[in-house]
């Protein structure tokens, strides 16, 4: 199926066999391409790119269809990356986080940093945690492959 090129996003580097490799839902999800290209937001004299989600229902391209900046993209990456590796080791903790010790990480971008922790202000963190945990253990196959694929795509970059 062909992305739209006649919406607000303008696609210029596509995917557009994404449900073929949408993790669990391959071959039945409803993300149908992926996208880099001009932002849906640019204003007059300028322009971001962004990534975007394509989905389709079916009958017509969806309104759930999400568009990302680059930046965002990316920080979203080393969210789940940092994510992966504290899981991975928060069996040691009887809650699998440390209820005193909530910050996981502070990585610094753009002279500041983003806080990466547990969400405590979450009232079934302790339920959650333990499900969201078992999901990162479930599909760490798909996620594995993907991140051994981006870094040696970084790799080759020179990063």
């Not at 006649?6 to 490799?21: A, R």
């Amino acid at each position: 199926m062909k992305i739209p090129t006649t919406l607000k996003h303008k696609p210029v580097i596509v995917s557009e066999n994404y449900e073929n490799i949408d993790g669990r839902a391959a071959y039945h999800s409803d993300a149908k391409g992926l996208s880099l290209g001009l932002a849906q937001w640019n204003d007059r004299g300028k322009v971001d790119i962004s990534a975007k989600v394509w989905r389709y229902t079916g009958e017509k391209w969806s309104r759930q269809s999400e568009e990302l900046p680059l930046h965002r993209v990316i920080d979203l990456a080393i969210l789940i990356c940092r994510a992966k590796q504290y899981c991975a080791d928060s069996y040691r903790f009887e809650k699998l986080y440390d209820p005193e010790h909530t910050t996981i990480d502070r990585i610094g971008l753009q002279g500041d940093a983003m806080t990466v922790s547990v969400c405590t202000d979450n009232p079934m963190i302790d339920d959650d945690i333990k499900l969201f945990t078992q999901v990162l253990s479930d599909n760490d196959e798909l996620i594995s492959e993907r991140l051994r694929t981006l870094s040696r795509i970084l790799k080759e970059m020179g990063y």
